[in-house]
């Protein structure tokens, strides 16, 4: 068993309620772990992985549907208007585009399909526009997701009404490390979009971005604050530099401590899904099967929103070898 030394005593994973997950402490001393260790760690991670969520894995995908001339200064983001990147800038695409790549989604034997937006928030016209493409893509049987921004109760009951099961609005970070990487929205307005779309009983995604200068202690942080938010899927990205970016010299991570973050995850957040998005071929490269060993039982699959991600067909080839079933 793996044990993790707290306030001085030793404290074995699996000793505590499990549904409740590590505490900080915990967690934190856990994040210390390096060397063949490590490894013990996965393995406590996948345990409580296989007891909560079992051998299942959750497919999703995206469509950029409004790329760029984002007016928000994250520095993070090649969308962002005030960086130099060369990234695709056009507007709301066609609902006919966005309902092909939802069939094309389906017949990949995904499960959900996110419509994502640019902008601080999408509404009127555009707002309208993309309830008829929810309703499209409701028809299809694929469960239909969106990302677009802060939005405020009434717009996101409007989302609801027309067939919307979960809302994805990422957190990023810590709250104590969120203006280090954002000035032109506040963390709190982001917790009052997830506690709107909680509110309205939607399923929420929600979760960060590793890499972006953080400590390990505001990677935990943000953790136990999707625990109290109560969020259903925990989107886990790690960043990919982009030149034009004001990030544009920051390195990947290595694999393991991708790995280890994964791991942590599970353990604080032990029945929600943890969810391997944006960054993962470019962090984790040889070491990418072993996210679900790591504790993850979900996975965004193609390509992201300004990069390149994996084969579908190679990610959906990686789960049948491993034994586990979509």
Same mark, same amino acid.
């Given at each position: 068993?793996?044990?993790?030394?707290?306030?001085?005593?030793?404290?074995?994973?699996?000793?505590?309620?499990?549904?409740?997950?590590?505490?900080?402490?915990?967690?934190?001393?856990?994040?210390?772990?390096?060397?063949?260790?490590?490894?013990?760690?996965?393995?406590?991670?996948?345990?409580?992985?296989?007891?909560?969520?079992?051998?299942?894995?959750?497919?999703?995908?995206?469509?950029?549907?409004?790329?760029?001339?984002?007016?928000?200064?994250?520095?993070?983001?090649?969308?962002?208007?005030?960086?130099?990147?060369?990234?695709?800038?056009?507007?709301?695409?066609?609902?006919?585009?966005?309902?092909?790549?939802?069939?094309?989604?389906?017949?990949?034997?995904?499960?959900?399909?996110?419509?994502?937006?640019?902008?601080?928030?999408?509404?009127?016209?555009?707002?309208?526009?993309?309830?008829?493409?929810?309703?499209?893509?409701?028809?299809?049987?694929?469960?239909?997701?969106?990302?677009?921004?802060?939005?405020?109760?009434?717009?996101?009951?409007?989302?609801?009404?027309?067939?919307?099961?979960?809302?994805?609005?990422?957190?990023?970070?810590?709250?104590? @490390?969120?203006?280090?990487?954002? &000035?032109?929205?506040?963390? $709190? =307005?982001?917790?009052?979009?997830? !506690? %709107?779309? +909680?509110?309205?009983?939607?399923?929420?995604?929600?979760?960060?971005?590793?890499?972006?200068?953080?400590?390990?202690?505001?990677?935990?942080?943000?953790?136990?604050?999707?625990?109290?938010?109560?969020?259903?899927?925990?989107?886990?990205?790690? @960043?990919?530099?982009?030149?034009? &970016?004001?990030?544009?010299? $920051? =390195?990947?991570?290595?694999?393991? !401590? %991708?790995? +280890?973050?994964?791991?942590?995850?599970?353990?604080?957040?032990?029945?929600?899904?943890?969810?391997?998005?944006?960054?993962?071929?470019?962090?984790?490269?040889?070491?990418?099967?072993?996210?679900?060993?790591?504790?993850?039982?979900?996975?965004?699959?193609?390509?992201?929103?300004? &990069?390149?991600?994996?084969?579908?067909?190679?990610?959906?080839?990686?789960?049948?070898?491993?034994?586990?079933?979509?």
């Amino acid at each position: 068993m793996l044990k993790t030394r707290n306030r001085g005593q030793e404290t074995g994973v699996g000793t505590r309620n499990a549904a409740q997950g590590i505490d900080r402490q915990t967690a934190l001393d856990m994040s210390r772990i390096n060397g063949p260790e490590i490894f013990d760690l996965f393995a406590s991670a996948n345990r409580t992985r296989v007891k909560f969520r079992g051998n299942k894995v959750d497919l999703c995908s995206i469509i950029n549907a409004k790329s760029g001339a984002c007016p928000e200064d994250c520095s993070f983001c090649a969308q962002s208007a005030r960086s130099k990147t060369g990234s695709p800038v056009y507007p709301l695409l066609d609902g006919d585009v966005v309902l092909k790549a939802a069939a094309s989604a389906r017949e990949s034997g995904i499960r959900r399909f996110c419509i994502v937006t640019s902008g601080k928030k999408t509404g009127g016209k555009e707002l309208d526009k993309i309830c008829d493409i929810i309703s499209g893509v409701r028809d299809t049987g694929l469960l239909p997701c969106a990302t677009l921004g802060l939005l405020d109760k009434g717009q996101l009951e409007k989302l609801k009404e027309a067939g919307l099961r979960r809302y994805h609005h990422n957190l990023e970070t810590s709250e104590a @490390f969120f203006s280090e990487i954002c &000035t032109t929205h506040t963390y $709190r =307005e982001k917790v009052k979009t997830i !506690e %709107a779309a +909680k509110s309205l009983a939607l399923s929420v995604c929600s979760g960060g971005i590793f890499g972006l200068g953080e400590s390990w202690a505001d990677r935990i942080d943000m953790a136990f604050a999707l625990k109290e938010l109560g969020v259903d899927s925990v989107p886990v990205n790690f @960043f990919t530099p982009v030149t034009g &970016t004001p990030l544009e010299g $920051r =390195e990947t991570m290595s694999p393991l !401590e %991708a790995l +280890k973050i994964i791991a942590i995850y599970r353990l604080v957040l032990p029945d929600r899904q943890i969810r391997v998005c944006g960054g993962r071929p470019a962090t984790l490269r040889d070491l990418n099967s072993y996210i679900f060993y790591a504790g993850a039982d979900g996975l965004l699959a193609g390509n992201y929103l300004t &990069t390149q991600g994996r084969r579908t067909g190679d990610d959906l080839q990686m789960i049948k070898d491993l034994g586990l079933e979509i």
